[in-house]
């Protein structure tokens, strides 16, 4: 099995000897992701900065390469762990390429002059991070997206083995946030570094992270593969959801459905509903959808909005007493719609429910 680059033994970590997280064993790989994902104020910066050297732990100990991290020496230190924190910095007359360039600090010596290897290493980190262009340009002038991906030229051109990082996505557009972790996953896959990160937004933290770690009241609630922790209605525990709730298979947050009986009865299926579904909850009218195999794409969201579901088994033709069920409720809402353009084998039933609300009058675009 690979060593561990870095890992924390029992480290309970906090402020001024008050512990805000406590028992905290988390070993970080070569060419693996970590991300730590909990409510806010659960004391995830609080970890990342303990393991940054930024905090003092309150007791325990971090280990990186077997050695106490506390007693390694500082450019020691610098050459083998970036960080990028939210703090982002405000010099004053200084270019993106003399931010990107303080990375070689630990290379230079007292100095601090560049060498032709140090400036090589600043414009190929730049480039990777596609800030290139921005080199002459005020490092105060450039949008936030584009002070991220510099400030990560920063860090990667340290030539770290690990890359610590407190919600780099924050306050990003979408080109930004997939850019920057796009750029993250390709360091872990080609330069094997080890990186550990914080996450708000659960739908990345999915997507990019090997091993979760979920905080939450003091400690470390659990850890895992991103499969073990988005199921079973795990996150909508972890950050107490208590209105509306979390779709774990796509990671989409869904407002409440709307209290009441249902007035509306939705045929459909295939992803056609959704924005549908979306639209009328925004409205406040309470709906019913059928008939859903229960393989289907939007099955996740009529379940968190609609007030009844009718579902048929997954690859099955819709049995009768299926149809009759949906019937029962389509019989009672005053209006229907259809999202079908046409009806396969398997959903003949769906095609009688239309034609049923179509002889009743019951149809409806709006």
Not at 33 to 61: D, E, M
Not at 294 to 317: G, K, M, Q, R, Y
């Amino acid at each position: 099995m690979t060593e561990k680059l870095l890992y924390t033994d029992n480290l309970s970590v906090g402020y001024s000897g008050r512990v805000v997280v406590g028992n905290v064993n988390i070993g970080l790989l070569p060419g693996r992701i970590v991300a730590l994902i909990g409510p806010n104020g659960a004391g995830k910066s609080t970890i990342l900065k303990t393991i940054a050297r930024q905090l003092p732990p309150v007791s325990g100990r971090i280990f990186l390469e077997e050695k106490n991290l506390f007693s390694l020496p500082e450019v020691k230190l610098a050459k083998t762990m970036s960080i990028l924190m939210t703090e982002r910095p405000r010099p004053e007359m200084m270019t993106c390429f003399d931010i990107a360039s303080a990375g070689r600090y630990p290379y230079t010596g007292w100095l601090g002059v560049l060498s032709e290897q140090d400036k090589a290493q600043v414009w190929r980190a730049m480039e990777l991070t596609g800030v290139s262009d921005l080199a002459g340009r005020d490092f105060n002038l450039i949008s936030d997206g584009q002070r991220q991906l510099v400030m990560l030229a920063r860090a990667i051109c340290q030539q770290p083995r690990i890359l610590v990082l407190d919600e780099p996505t924050s306050f990003l557009d979408i080109r930004h946030k997939l850019s920057l972790l796009s750029i993250i996953k390709k360091l872990v896959n080609e330069q094997k570094i080890a990186v550990i990160m914080s996450l708000h937004e659960l739908d990345l933290a999915q997507r990019i992270a090997d091993t979760v770690v979920c905080v939450r009241n003091g400690a470390i609630d659990r850890s895992g593969t991103p499969g073990e922790i988005f199921s079973g209605g795990y996150i909508g525990r972890l950050f107490g959801v208590e209105q509306g709730s979390y779709n774990e298979l796509f990671g989409v947050p869904e407002l409440q459905p709307p209290a009441g009986e249902p007035g509306v009865f939705v045929i459909s299926g295939g992803g056609r509903g959704i924005e549908l579904f979306r639209r009328l909850q925004k409205q406040g009218l309470p709906f019913a959808v059928g008939i859903l195999h229960e393989n289907d794409v939007e099955l996740p969201a009529a379940h968190a909005l609609a007030a009844d579901v009718i579902t048929e088994t997954a690859f099955e033709p819709i049995k009768k007493s299926t149809l009759e069920r949906a019937m029962s409720v389509m019989e009672k809402c005053p209006k229907v719609i259809c999202c079908l353009q046409s009806f396969g084998t398997l959903n003949d039933g769906n095609r009688l429910l239309f034609e049923m609300a179509k002889n009743q009058g019951k149809l409806t675009e709006d």
